[in-house]
């Protein structure tokens, strides 16, 4: 086998519409398709990431819970590279998204913070 890259991070939601907000209009990704699955009641948008990596955004009638715990087994955090962390947080902000405060890598020196998503999944900002 040869991986080559990420294809798409799927996320399932709770509420679609808060969802669709906050991923198209907070932070900014591109609506590339959207569609509406009947016979799952379920709803599957396409979100371009700087026109290369793509986030499939889902619904389902009755989703459970999400474990919060940032140490549990599984997929621990949605990572996105910015250039500028202070005007992303600002702009965040703007939005009334509670974001923590910014930190500095130890290895890398980076700046880095962390947000959530309506249904609190993890998100980092990393500034490259």
Request: hydrophobic residues 40%; proline residues 6%; aromatic residues 10%.
């Amino acid at each position: 086998m040869n991986v080559k890259k990420i294809h798409h991070i799927a996320v399932i939601c709770s509420n679609y519409e808060v969802s669709k907000d906050f991923y198209v209009r907070v932070l900014g990704l591109t609506p590339l398709r959207e569609v509406y699955r009947e016979e799952r009641d379920s709803y599957k948008l396409d979100l371009v990431v700087n026109g290369q990596y793509q986030i499939e955004l889902f619904s389902f009638p009755t989703p459970p819970a999400r474990v919060n715990d940032p140490e549990a087994a599984g997929l621990r955090h949605l990572a996105f590279e910015i250039e500028n962390i202070e005007e992303a947080v600002q702009q965040l902000k703007d939005m009334q998204v509670k974001v923590e405060d910014i930190r500095i890598d130890p290895w890398t020196q980076k700046k880095f913070t962390f947000f959530s998503d309506p249904d609190g999944l993890p998100i980092e900002l990393y500034e490259c």
